[in-house]
């Protein structure tokens, strides 16, 4: 079962198991539309699923703040993926209240769900953003520092399934993921948008001086992470990043962008102070995974450059 299944990470981790012959449960209250209008584009990725994979994949249109809902769901299933989250700075800045109802409450239902129906492993999608800003790679072990609500409400969840480990044996491993991008992300992030911006010939915002940097991690490599974690018992209970632990910054990433599309003397750049919509205060200004965790424990190192994950998404927009 996949929460959180019409998102990035969500719909790949549903395409992953569906083509492998499994059937898997979506939950998802494609509430991205309240943000991208009604035109019905944004739940393309349910469509997809749903035109592909027939009877293999079951959507449920359910928001997992529903209690009553989740258990049922939840009764008899084997793993649990949660990746159901109200996702982007903007929007997470906009209604710190339903972010933390969401990923504590909402996440709260799903964790006594899955302890209760005595699940096989829960997956907890969580976030380098409990660890604030660093300019040291950050491990697993590294300070926790969350500068948002959206990055306290992470590490709640965190610190839940570790209570609901010890209390009612449930077992799980937590995700950070570090920047993930890929196909049909949305343009809230920032590599679809620049991609998008420079399609329309628009101007492109960054935000500050574009020297803070990221982990950018193509989908396809935090796919197969995301496998390896849930399938191996070595993960029980641990807590792993998901990352390539290189740096690249805000200013870095949009030449590359523009050297892949041939766009590089055509763009228009404007440099824009911190605001209300995204403010500086949880602006984190130094990110970068140390996987040597992953590395050690599941024997697998991300195979994508930054170049090749950006071509694969100019090809995705303009085919
Ligand atoms: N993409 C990244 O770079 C990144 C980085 C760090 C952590 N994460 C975490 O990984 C998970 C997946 O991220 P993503 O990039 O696929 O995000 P996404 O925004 O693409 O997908 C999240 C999905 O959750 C759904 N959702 C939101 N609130 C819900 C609710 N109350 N009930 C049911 N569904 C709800 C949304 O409709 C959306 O389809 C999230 O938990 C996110 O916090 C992602």
Known sequence: MVTGSGGLIGSESVHFFCSLGFTVIGIDNNMRQVFF???????????????????????????????????????????????????????????????LDVEVGGTMNI??????????????????????DSEAAMHEDSKLAPRST????????????KAAQHEFGLNFTILRYFNIYGPRQDQRFVISRFIEKIIADEIITIYGDGKQTRDFTYIDDAITMTMLAATSDISNCQILNIGTEKSTSINDLLNTITSVMNKKNSIIKNFVEYDNIRSKEIEVFNRTASIAKFKTLL???PLTSLETGINNLVKFYQP
């Open 150 to 161: 959206y990055a306290a409400a992470k590490l709640i969840g965190e610190e839940y399934c």
């Open 37 to 99: 209008g009604e035109d019905g584009s944004t739940d393309w990725n349910q469509k997809r699923l749903l035109e592909s994979y027939g009877e293999r994949y079951i959507h449920h249109n359910v928001d997992i703040r529903d209690l009553k809902k989740i258990t049922k769901i939840i009764d008899g299933k084997d793993i649990v993926f949660h990746l159901a989250a109200i996702v982007g700075v903007e929007e997470t800045q906009l209604s710190p209240w339903e972010v």
């Open 111 to 132: 964790i006594n769900a899955a302890a209760h129906a005595k699940v096989k492993k829960l997956i907890f999608g969580s976030s380098s953003e409990v660890y604030g």
């Open 299 to 301: 024997n697998y190192e």
